[in-house]
């Protein structure tokens, strides 16, 4: 059945066109689509015999609340949302000074293995539809009732796995009748899929790329983030370095900062070292722990922060929201698949 949300304009002008529909009929669509209508019947501007053929042959995708956590500590909220197979992802909305970012899933599950991530557990199960990874920003708006300024590509999955589906939502998101987020207000991470990397950049987008890092040697790295002995750190920094001459956008490199695995004074030279002249900056993470993980969060975060930039190198550390919520990613999903859930939507929302 057509997925209309997943279709452009152009793509939605051509459907109509084979139903005998005027070109207008299109852009209608589009826009009722965008702003989370959950039923044909709602497309009050369409004719109730074309709504009925809408119901009858297409795909509406609605995704429930399963759960809705809200931190006492800043706002913010974290849901996972049932999809329409029966499988769940996970959301967050982030307040921050400069608006507020959302911060979306790719995938259901993620097969890149990483040790320190909820996400990975129990592997992929299937890849979003550009419809599902849209309806988290319109849906986490409509049901907030906040206006949503940012958004990350940080949640559960690899995006580049995903990658053609990815794009497609890239460019629903951003398009001037629907939510019109600009590509500059867009973040997308990766665990270093170089092919994806190189053919990314040559579609020169204007978006944010991060790249979670993570360490700076390859036996280190192989150990966190299994990705790595595919890879290897030299050829993703070659990437990296031809990713910026390409599209001129820097990098953001995410570092986890893992209590005695990556956080020691000579990783932080070697870091400083890898990224010698090359524009960009490292945003060092807190390690939120992962029950079925050993690894524990770093207490030098600080001090990694302060002799990275005596190196010159720019470091910034993220501030940590939701910690009271599990608002890392994985960890929602991942306590729903445990403990084995069959409340319904409202019973399981709070």
């Not at 993570?214 to 993703?236: C, F, I, K, Q």
């Amino acid at each position: 059945m057509p997925d209309l949300k997943s279709m452009t304009p152009e793509e939605l002008e051509v459907y109509f066109k084979e139903l005998g529909q005027p070109k207008f009929r299109a852009m209608q669509v589009f826009r009722w689509l965008h702003q989370g209508v959950e039923s044909f019947d709602g497309m009050t501007n369409l004719p109730k015999a074309l709504r009925e053929k809408l119901k009858a042959e297409c795909t509406l995708t609605v995704p429930k609340v399963e759960r809705k956590q809200v931190s006492n500590l800043d706002g913010t909220i974290k849901y996972l949302w049932r999809l329409g197979d029966g499988n769940c992802v996970e959301t967050v909305l982030m307040r921050y000074r400069h608006g507020n970012t959302v911060c979306v899933s790719s995938q259901v599950g993620c097969n890149m293995g990483c040790v320190f991530c909820a996400s990975t557990l129990g592997g992929k199960v299937r890849d979003l539809t550009p419809a599902e990874i849209l309806d988290q920003v319109i849906f986490t708006k409509k049901d907030s009732g906040e206006a949503i300024s940012n958004i990350v590509m940080m949640g559960i999955g690899e995006p580049l796995d995903n990658f053609d589906h990815v794009l497609r939502f890239l460019t629903l998101v951003n398009h001037p009748e629907g939510i019109n987020i600009g590509m500059r207000h867009i973040s997308l991470s990766t665990c270093g899929l170089v092919n994806k990397i190189d053919k990314l950049a040559q579609l020169g987008l204007q978006l944010t790329l991060s790249v979670s890092l993570h360490a700076p040697d390859d036996e280190t790295r192989s150990r966190l983030m299994p990705v790595n002995r595919s890879v290897g750190v030299d050829l993703l920094m070659e990437t990296c370095r031809r990713y910026f001459e390409t599209t001129g956008r820097r990098i953001s490199y995410e570092y986890a900062m893992v209590d005695g695995v990556n956080d020691g004074d000579e990783q932080a030279d070697q870091l400083s070292q890898l990224l010698k002249g090359q524009p960009g900056h490292v945003n060092l993470i807190p390690l939120n722990e992962v029950a079925e993980s050993p690894l524990k969060p770093s207490r030098r975060v600080r001090q990694f922060q302060q002799r990275l930039e005596s190196h010159g190198v720019t470091a910034t550390v993220r501030r940590k929201l939701g910690g009271d919520i599990d608002a890392s990613c994985g960890q929602l999903r991942r306590k729903r698949i445990m403990e084995g859930e069959t409340h319904t939507p409202e019973e399981g929302s709070t």
